[in-house]
């Protein structure tokens, strides 16, 4: 969900452990427990002679106390929206509720704390179970973050396991800002339609009703929601029954679904719509719901088809079935990260979730499967066994990563999915985690406390960090040893919370079942409570191998070692030879020596978390091997090379003329990973010069490389056919995209003139993979005419998946006034939906011309911005980070160091973002002044077609 990052010095984790297990079991007893209570009442508890007041401790600041647990929940839901409201009837956005909680105390205590967000409470009683008594003496909200509802009791409350019952009623407004219960729309039959759902991560459920909204507070929840007739409610759990109401002369419906699983407040979900549904067609559980436009088009049918193969082949792999008696999944139209696991309740972006065939891309249908991959490894690695605190959402998040290149992998085996993971996440991961303001992947329970600093973890180091080192530890392990010892831990952990340590000891448990001899805990360590990660550097000819904290900035490298298991291979041999490099070094080590014009690649396969960096000769030697014969080296780690070369150089390091080198042997590539590893890296050459004089030599240069790529896809680029293999038409696009966007005739001529068909004949013939490249060269190339025709597509489309495209397609033209002109319109949630308003502005400023616009815009409606957008925390931290990007002036700097000094500290979360922001410029000047006339050198140098 979120990107930003942040370091933590303290390396050792203290965590303090509750002792929730052991309410473990109740739930399903209580109910006899307190008929039993009622029949024959226990003697009264003796009076305390102790003479301490109760409460003992100094109010809590953040965290709940842990005197009380939730046991059992029964909740009542009434929100007032009308799905299709008639031109007489009056809409209305509020909801009504109330909740009645029964709970155990485990410590003697005169107050209850909940939680309570922007809600009205209007009553609240606290039961005693045995008297019934109300115990209620005052009741008040908390200012802050900490949203508490403090209830003082007129008695104390016995720590002897007695239970209690906290009833609230309360009223709640459902706006349109996409957390907690909230409004969407979407138009149907030309009328604007309405429906209910919900976000209720990290901790949005006290938006909802008063609750102990903590992960490690599991409970169950009895949810009972009334709404309008006509629409139909869905939780997660299953319906129980329906009945038909009539309330005030209006019509409602009463539906009750049965109990949940014992389980975290941040998993509830709930809608309430006029949506239809689609069955899976092998797997009667699961249901895949959107607007019934979508899915009378079919438009549901890949998810349902997927979803159940996704969900049988997890249920296989982990051992363990899926608990639920049904899997809804949902497509909303206003939906702030790109999909929830709620437990049995799945909720997406529709570009998430419905494919649309001939609309649709292979990308967007990889994205759709990997999200489901995701939620539903989820539905085991979350839901099923849940972090104990926020500190570890690694946990989740890491599992859920991994595991989705498992599961897309399992239904998709001809796309390499496992291959691609080195693209999109490990190196991603390998970039943010770079930077001085990383963190480590766990962090410090005590340092997570408010609500922002818990949307702040939800960033790549979390999300993608967090797969490759399971990633790294599966290969180390061997894949049986690690899934048996992740059995161990679901079996041992399910419908309880977990921390990190529990998953070494799971592991090590399968290690030692197998008589191996690694030592889990002692390696992972090194991986999850340090930050950052190292650079290996080999010398091949003294066979000396060291390892050092890898920074940008290594001047301000940590003095740290990491437990590297390497893999490496060495030229015309076929074994792949291994070491687990502990020490710092430099230490001499026999395997790590060539002999001759030998070359030694390591990381093969790039399955460790880290970079390498060799001795000169061996560059140039594999330099030599990608320029005479590049199949010698396997794909990825071509892909490797370049990024290491690149970043290496970025650290100083290496020479950035070696990095550059690395690109040359691409005129005789036409793999997907070295293309797209090297176009991600040289993004960085472009943002840094695409306002100065490098940038003719360099588009010449990229020209140049990239013709033999855009030819060898020609035919199919001008035939409108669609190349077989996954990655090849992933490289298409590339191909495509680079030669239009610098500037090779007739690659524009040709985007011109499918556009122009369309404009004409309102055919559109552009195939859907090249069509967010193709508008985009079209309207880049284009006039007035071009965006006017685009702006009105985009707004009369009812395909999330076409109007993404064009949106993306709208921020490429290079008019000042039409880009001036879309800024203004994000800011209208009429015309950009909340939800897409930070990713339309990236995208403007991405575009050269819009740069400096975009950071205008930004800092001018910077109050509106973050009020409208201040729920959506993590997406106020991608603002910052995409309108930055291309920082790299003193000017600039000095900009942003006002801008923080104005606004920063208003906020925690935005900080953070803006300190990584002034770090990277501040890189980005001292790069630029360093190597500007060296590349510009280069570049003349190369691009000169001899
Ligand atoms: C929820 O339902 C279960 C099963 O019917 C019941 O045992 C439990 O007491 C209910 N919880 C509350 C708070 O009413
Ligand atoms: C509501 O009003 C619109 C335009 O005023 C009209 O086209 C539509 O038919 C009306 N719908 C109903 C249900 O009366
Ligand atoms: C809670 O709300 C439901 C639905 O409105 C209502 O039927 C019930 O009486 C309420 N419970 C209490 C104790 O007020
Ligand atoms: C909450 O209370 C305030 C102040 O009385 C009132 O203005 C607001 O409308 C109430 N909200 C709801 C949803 O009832
Ligand atoms: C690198 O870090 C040092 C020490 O913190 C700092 O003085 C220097 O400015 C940094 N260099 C860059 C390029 O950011
Ligand atoms: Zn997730």
New binding site residues.
Partial sequence: MAKAVRISKVLAIVTVVLTISAIGGIASMLAVYLIQIQKNPPTPPPTIVSTTAFPTGPPPTMRLPQNVFPVSYRI?L?PYLYAAPSNTTKQSFVF???S?VIIKCVETTKSIFLQSKDLNVTSVTVYDSISGDDLVESYQLHDGESNFLEIQLKDILYGNESFYEV?T?FEGELMDDLTGLYVSTYTEDDEQRFLAASQMQPTDARKVFPCFDEPAMKAEFNI?V?HRDGTTALSNSQLYTEKYVEIDGDKWVVTEFHPTEKMSTYLLALTVSGFKSKQSPTDNRIKTWARPDAVDAGYADYAAETAAEVLKYYENLFKEKYPLAKLDQVAIPDFSAGAMENWGLVTYRETALLYEEGVSSTSDKEWITTVIAHELAHQWFGNLVTMKWWNDVWLNEGFATYFSYLGVDAVKPDWNVEDLLFIEDVQSALEVDSLNTSHPLSSPEADIDSPSEITELFDSITYSKGAAVLRMLSNHLGEEVFLNGIRNYLQEFKFRNAEYKDLWRCLQQAVDAANKHDKVEEMMRTWTEQVGYPVITINTITSEVSQQHFLLNQTTGHDLAWHVPVRLMKSGKPDILSDLLREKGPVPKPVYSTTGDEWLLANVNRTGYYRVNYNTENWNRLLLQLESDLEAIPPINRGQLIDDAFNLARAKLVNVTLALDTTKYLLNDTEYIPWESALQNLEYFILMFDRSEVYGPMQAYLQKQVLPLYDYYQNFTENASVPVSHTDQYNQINAVSVACSNGITKCIDLSKSLFQLWIDNDTNIIPANLKSTIYCSAIAAGEEEEWEFAWEKFQSATSATERDKLRYALSCTTKIWLLNRYLQYTLDPDKIKKMDAVSTINYIAKNVAGQSLAWDFVRAQWNYITQEYGAGIMHIGALIDGVTQRFSTDFELQQLKQFQKDNGAEFAYPDRALEQAIERTEANIKWVKENKDIVLDWFRRESQVL
Avoid: E, R, W
Wanted: aromatic fraction near 10%; proline fraction near 0%.
């Fill in positions: 009542h009434q009504t509720g109330n009645t009833f009623a009972t009334i």
